[in-house]
């Protein structure tokens, strides 16, 4: 069949394989074409602008109009940042970090300044005061990212890799195009961070360049607020906010983090889940014992923690844990009517993805990241593959992650799941059983709660909701409205504290690989990203 050209937005948004997207909005299949699919294709892009969303918002037509004049020297000070590491235990590169967002943030007068408890890792703090405002904007981005293994990735992690392509679709490395040169905008940039999370620092700071460049006023002060351990769970930011609540009072705190819908489409979170993880360890004999000798007699801990395991969930992935769904907060009918208005992506995803079925059907992805989840995270018992061994282990573990939506507590979550266990005969402790304790009882586990999260969820039907929504898409065009996230964000954190609401403002690509090896972002996103900072920043 000869490949054709359609429209991604706004007649059908979907997945269209082996696609290009350009500034316009558009994507055309690439591939080798008749003379006559070629007329038809070129015809078509004639008029595609003409049915393309018009980006109306002044900044972000500056935002545009300024980037295509910068875009090496945008990237190198991408490149810059990248290239620093930036795992949260690591102090020493952490406050390398903080430093050069310092020297970003000063080159563009925003008076920064480093703000701490102690034992945590620097919030960079910086402002723009508008005289006459009656509102605050507070912008959050972390600059801390995942733990990695080198070894995994296609180039080195904090080398900043330019390709043509994705890796798993054999990108190639490029040099880096001269000054005045432009990017093609499907090159991505690998490096841990590009996409979660410093990918929208660089787009504010660039932002701001445009719109002064531009003469554009600022109607309200702005904030921005850049965590160095969000990816370490946040621990500290909740109480350095409230040691500083006037330093960091807002009227709203957009936060920039997370990646697009799957279509490419911007989108607007109003939500997310928090995470509560749980350590569960079953025992066995005192030492490994031989699987001749001893077994059918002696127990095994890793049999006995799948079983366990199993009488969590049922077929269809529902959570058999008593009370686990009582405490959620229903969703209202803006929100439902915002998830029946999202494109379609289920079967897209299950296709790239390799999957012959999902959990949790009929129910769509959408639907089913607005309520919370158990989560195997990974198993351990004794060794496997060339390095296993005949025996019966001692002991098996696994972690699991709560993903908690509004109105649910981690605590109680994770004791409800304690409760779990011990209905199935088990003796719990919360630290490692004492010989006596293992003799005395047939089944026994240790059950460690971590730092237990909390969802949250902004409605998406006030004013400033509304205002919100408008400002994008004045800018990116229509926006896919998501009640909540799948992933976690620090929303709570935010809001107890200071009394102020959320709302997540993505700019990264969804195939990024974040907290993965090869974290990338698509350089299209980064140039969006400027955009839609723009004309937040002015809202």
């Known amino acids: 069949m000869e490949p054709t050209a359609e429209l991604l937005w706004p007649v059908r948004p979907r997945f269209i394989a082996g696609v290009r997207q350009t500034e316009l909005g558009f994507v055309c299949i690439l591939g080798e074409m008749s003379h006559m699919t070629r007329y038809l294709l070129a015809s078509l892009i004639c008029l595609l602008p003409a049915v393309g969303f018009a980006q109306t918002n002044p900044a972000a037509q500056a935002a545009r109009a300024w980037r295509q004049q910068h875009e090496r020297a945008i990237v190198d000070e991408f490149v810059a940042l990248l290239s620093i590491p930036n795992i949260a235990r690591d102090r020493e590169n952490i406050q390398r970090n903080a430093d050069a967002i310092v020297v970003m943030m000063e080159k563009r007068?925003?008076?920064p300044r480093l703000v701490s408890v102690p034992g945590g890792n620097p919030i960079v703090f910086g402002e723009i005061r508008t005289p006459g405002a009656?509102?605050?904007?507070?912008?959050y981005a972390h600059y801390d990212g995942q733990p990695l293994d080198?070894?995994?990735?296609?180039?080195?992690?904090?080398?900043?890799?330019?390709?043509?392509?994705?890796?798993?679709?054999?990108?190639?490395?490029?040099?880096?195009p001269p000054s005045g040169g432009t990017f093609d905008p499907e090159w991505r940039l690998y490096a841990r961070g590009a996409a979660d999370d410093?990918?929208?620092i660089v787009a504010l700071m660039a932002a701001i360049d445009a719109i002064r460049s531009a003469g554009i006023a600022f109607k309200a002060n702005v904030k921005f607020a850049f965590e160095g351990e969000e990816e370490a769970g946040s621990v500290n930011l909740e109480k350095t906010l409230a040691a500083h609540k006037d330093l960091f009072a807002a009227d709203l705190w957009l936060m920039c983090d997370a990646p697009l819908y799957q279509t490419r489409q911007q989108s607007i979170v109003f939500g997310a889940r928090g995470v509560t993880p749980v350590d569960i360890t079953v025992y066995g004999p005192r030492v490994e014992l031989h699987s001749g000798h001893y077994g059918n007699w002696a127990p095994n801990p890793a049999m006995s923690l799948a079983r366990l395991?199993?009488?969590m969930k049922d077929d269809n992935g529902r959570v058999l844990v008593d009370h686990f769904y009582d405490d959620v907060e229903p969703l209202g009918p803006v929100e439902k009517r915002a998830l029946a208005e999202a494109p379609p992506i289920d079967a897209e995803l299950m296709r790239q993805l390799w999957l012959g079925s999902t959990d949790g059907g009929p129910r769509t992805l959408n639907e089913l990241i607005t309520v919370p989840s158990l989560n195997i995270r990974g198993m351990a018992s004794s060794r496997t593959g060339a390095q296993a061994s005949n025996v019966i282990p001692a002991s098996a573990t696994v972690t699991m992650d709560i993903r908690m939506v509004k109105g649910m507590d981690g605590r109680k979550a994770g004791q409800q799941i304690a409760d779990h266990i011990r209905k199935q005969g088990f003796y719990v402790v919360d630290r490692e059983p004492t010989a006596d304790e293992r003799r005395a009882h047939a089944k026994v586990a240790k059950v460690v709660i971590g730092q237990p999260g909390v969802g949250s969820r902004t409605p998406m039907d006030l004013p400033i909701s509304q205002e919100v929504i408008r400002t994008v898409e004045s800018a990116r065009g229509r926006a896919v409205k998501l009640p909540t996230m799948g992933g976690g964000l620090p929303l709570e954190a935010i809001e107890r504290p200071l009394g102020t609401g959320?709302?997540?403002?993505?700019?990264?690509?969804?195939?990024?690989?974040?907290?993965?090896?090869?974290?990338?972002?698509?350089?299209?996103?980064?140039?969006?990203?400027i955009e839609l900072m723009a004309a937040l920043l002015v809202m």
């Open 309 to 311: 395991l199993a009488s």
């Open 150 to 176: 080198p070894k995994e990735w296609a180039s080195p992690p904090f080398e900043p890799t330019l390709r043509d392509r994705p890796v798993e679709d054999g990108g190639r490395v490029m040099p880096l």
């Open 198 to 200: 410093k990918a929208p």
């Open 502 to 529: 959320t709302i997540v403002i993505p700019i990264g690509n969804h195939d990024n690989n974040q907290h993965s090896f090869d974290e990338n972002l698509r350089i299209q996103n980064l140039w969006d990203g």
């Open 134 to 139: 009656t509102r605050t904007i507070a912008f």
């Open 109 to 111: 007068g925003l008076a």
